[in-house]
């Protein structure tokens, strides 16, 4: 879709001239620019997963089971910690858990806070929402300063505090102490956005580890990502379970369908599976910023399936040049750097190969590419 035909109509005055969030969907050789996981499901899981479907579709007249309960069940013996259905919530995918969050505590009046970089949904969620969006900046590594960010806190009050961990775009995980002191200093409540969790290197702790005793906070996760179940449509959050409740109160009437319950069930019972790509995932990543440090390219730390690298002065002009070459990325994150997904052998050895090309000394848009 080329253009948006909202002309005339009596739009929201925010909405005017705004267009529909989305990362480029291109036909090219190589993807790697939504930090899919490349590795699908196997085919004894899509074997598993048709029967579910089938079985489910006997049932299609009827409403599905409105809070998923089962499903819920299913993500907290997942998760560990002792949780239980009752302080877990799922939707179709975290954008959507997001929008409940900001439906039952924020709204006009309100006052969403993040840290920049970070992930470009959030002021969509806050619009949508009618809730106020205002960021503070990370420090140069992209890490959050402890004293920085209760400081901004005391100063805002914001109703809702969302953090990423790992960090979208720049994959920087966020330590434990850090998220103790947001919530301590937070009037309202603190949501730690864990969609790149899995991929985090051995020993990252997970913020799942600080909700006892402790129910303002509450930690997302994804089906997207590691599991390999992007198409899948399933995200969720856990919680204290006043606050599912809360979220209970503001989800439309049956807001996941059968099928995506009974499918997302049967990834779940697959878990070890579905997760099996993420060692290698993992050390693909680390090859890659490797690869682009010695080149002589700036890498922020990730702990994601992801490295951003940089800078560059016309960063456009590069991420053209990889995609005139059949290599898709991501132009997102600060002012000349560019996100790159972490892939197969044969996607990685295609990425090197034409950014090698493109920052040779024969290549003419490298003298414009690289910032002195």
Do not use: C
């Not at 259905?85 to 969050?101: F, I, Q, R, T």
């Not at 949501?191 to 997302?220: C, M, N």
């Amino acid at each position: 879709m080329s253009g948006l035909a909202t002309s005339g109509l009596p739009l929201r005055p925010e909405l005017v001239g705004e267009v529909p969030y989305g990362a480029p969907q291109l036909d090219v050789p190589v993807r790697l620019n939504v930090n899919e996981n490349p590795y699908g499901p196997s085919e004894s899981v899509v074997a598993q997963i048709a029967a579910a479907a089938a079985e489910t579709a006997r049932d299609l007249n009827r409403y599905p089971e409105r809070d998923a309960v089962a499903l819920r069940a299913d993500l907290a013996a997942y998760l560990g910690h002792g949780l239980t259905a009752d302080h877990v919530w799922a939707a179709n995918g975290s954008n959507e858990v997001m929008l409940h969050v900001l439906q039952a505590f924020a709204g006009p009046g309100r006052t969403v806070l993040s840290f920049a970089p970070t992930y470009s949904m959030y002021p969509e969620y806050a619009r949508d929402t009618h809730s106020g969006f205002v960021t503070f900046p990370r420090a140069e590594d992209f890490t959050i300063d402890v004293d920085a960010a209760v400081a901004a806190i005391e100063e805002t009050r914001p109703d809702v505090v969302l953090v990423t961990s790992p960090n979208n775009p720049t994959g920087t995980a966020l330590p434990p102490e850090v998220v103790v002191a947001l919530v301590d200093a937070s009037p309202g409540v603190v949501v730690v956005d864990e969609a790149y969790v899995e991929f985090a290197r051995t020993g990252t702790p997970s913020a799942l580890e600080l909700l006892p005793g402790r129910p303002r906070l509450a930690v997302s996760r994804t089906m997207s990502k590691a599991f390999a179940f992007a198409g899948g449509r399933l995200g969720y959050l856990a919680a204290d379970p006043a606050f599912v409740d809360a979220l209970r109160i503001v989800r439309l009437p049956y807001h996941l369908s059968a099928m995506t319950q009974a499918v997302a069930r049967v990834a779940l019972a697959n878990a070890g599976e579905m997760l099996a790509a993420v060692d290698r995932l993992r050390e693909a990543r680390d090859d890659l910023a490797g690869w682009l440090v010695d080149r002589g390219l700036q890498v922020a730390d990730s702990d994601a399936n992801f490295v951003l690298f940089g800078r560059f002065a016309d960063r456009h002009a590069l991420w053209q040049a990889l995609l005139d070459r059949g290599v898709l990325i991501r132009e997102v994150g600060p002012d000349g750097w560019l996100r790159v997904s972490a892939g197969t052998p044969e996607e990685m050895a295609a990425f090197k190969a034409a950014l090698d090309e493109i920052l040779s000394d024969h290549d003419p848009a490298a003298a414009s590419a690289r910032m002195p």
